[in-house]
């Protein structure tokens, strides 16, 4: 149990493009879904933490403009990228806490390139 | 005092060591201690995790000794097997004080763990 998946696993894009990224607990309810950005040889870095059914709360210097975080239901919440730039190629990874629980699941990963 | 700080950032062990990778907190609001292991390319996956309320805590060939005066916690790795090699990374987060800080994670900056056959 408690499986995350993400989709696509990897994409790329034109500048100037968006990219929609989905993110889907398969197994359980998720009350809380987090966006995170990781660069090579990195940690992860916090960019929002999404609730059900309410706005994201973005991390500061997190533009919300162009993250746009949208959490539709309890096993879904979704990343759009717009207007792509180089300089937003990474992987994002998305987790999911269970409801109730302690625990936080994270996604595969989607491995951004804009190109 | 929201920073985790992890060490070692690399460690070399031989197969059957115990690799013991240490965190060190300051926010003292924090209550729940995950470790996570994350292979290239992939999503990290959760390994374990302690409550402040025991001092030691152990899944399999995994082990977490905390100490709640010291702010500290370490993760140790029975018996090290060369499919162990990955980066490890501690966290740590508020889960019962609620706020905008609730569930958040708070991630050691990672050790890249190579076990050798």
């Known amino acids: 149990g408690a499986v995350v998946s993400q989709h696509p696993s990897w994409v790329i894009c034109k500048s100037g493009t968006s990219v929609k990224i989905e993110c889907r607990s398969l197994d359980f309810q998720a009350t809380t879904m987090f966006w995170y950005r990781q660069f090579p040889k990195q940690s992860l870095m916090l960019m929002a933490t999404?609730?059900?059914?309410?706005?994201?709360?973005?991390e500061q210097g997190v533009e919300k403009d162009k993250f746009l975080i949208n959490h539709a239901s309890l096993t879904l919440s979704t990343l759009t990228v717009t207007s792509a730039h180089p300089e937003d190629s990474s992987f994002y990874i998305c987790?999911?806490?269970?409801?109730?629980?302690?625990?936080?699941?994270f996604g595969p990963g989607t491995r951004l390139t804009v190109t | 005092q929201q920073q985790v700080k992890q060490s070692p950032q690399s460690l070399i062990v031989q197969k059957g060591g115990i690799p013991i990778i240490n965190c060190a907190y300051e926010n003292t609001a924090f209550d729940y201690f995950p470790w996570y292991q994350q292979f290239p390319g992939k999503g990290p996956a959760l390994l374990i995790a302690i409550r402040p309320d025991v001092s030691e805590k152990k899944e399999g060939r995994f082990t977490i000794s905390f100490n709640k005066s010291a702010k500290q916690f370490s993760l140790h790795i029975m018996d090290s097997q060369p499919g162990d090699s990955a980066t490890y990374f501690c966290?740590?987060?508020?889960?019962?004080?609620?706020?905008?800080?609730?569930?958040?994670?708070?991630f050691g900056q990672g050790t890249i763990l190579t076990v050798h056959p």
């Open positions: 987790s999911a806490r269970r409801k109730g629980l302690d625990e936080q699941y």
């Open positions: 999404s609730n059900e059914g309410s706005k994201a709360t973005y």
């Open positions: 966290a740590a987060t508020s889960v019962n004080a609620g706020g905008t800080s609730y569930g958040k994670l708070t």
